[in-house]
Nanobody, 124 residues
Framework: QVQLVESGGGSVQAGGSLRLSCAAS????????VGWFRQAPGKERETVTT????????YYADSVKGRFTISRDNAENTVYLQMNSLKPEDTAVYYC?????????????????WGQGTQVTVSS
């Protein structure tokens, strides 16, 4: 099984940037589809972006298209989320998720492995 640990969260003003990292261990990272998800207070966890094990075209939620970029470094067993032009509505706990299998699913419930989450707070 793969274990995931997120880092890089914090507080930033609107318009600012943050880069989240997710370090994986305990599994063959290159065989997992990975993604970033977020959960705001009182809301369900939602998919932000996913990237298949082979790379290719990532999926982005409409709310983050053009502002967020997912990338992975299989040699370093790490997935990143570059977040630019942050907005107050991006405030949430951000989770790294991973799923085995070739299908690059985007639904939250298709991901079996999760990190502990990292808080991102964007002030106006």
């Amino acid at each position: 099984q793969v274990q995931l640990v997120e880092s890089g969260g914090g507080s930033v003003q609107a318009g600012g940037s943050l880069r989240l990292s997710c370090a994986a261990s305990g599994g063959t990272f290159s065989t997992y589809t990975v993604g970033w998800f977020r959960q705001a207070p009182g809301k369900e966890r939602e998919t932000v972006t996913t990237l298949s094990r082979s790379g290719g075209i990532p999926y982005y939620a409409d709310s983050v298209k053009g502002r967020f970029t997912i990338s992975r470094d299989n040699a370093e067993n790490t997935v990143y989320l570059q977040m630019n032009s942050l907005k107050p509505e991006d405030t949430a706990v951000y989770y790294c998720g991973a799923r085995a299998g070739i299908a690059a699913r985007v639904e939250v419930d298709k991901y079996a492995y999760w990190g502990q989450g990292t808080q991102v707070t964007v002030s106006s």
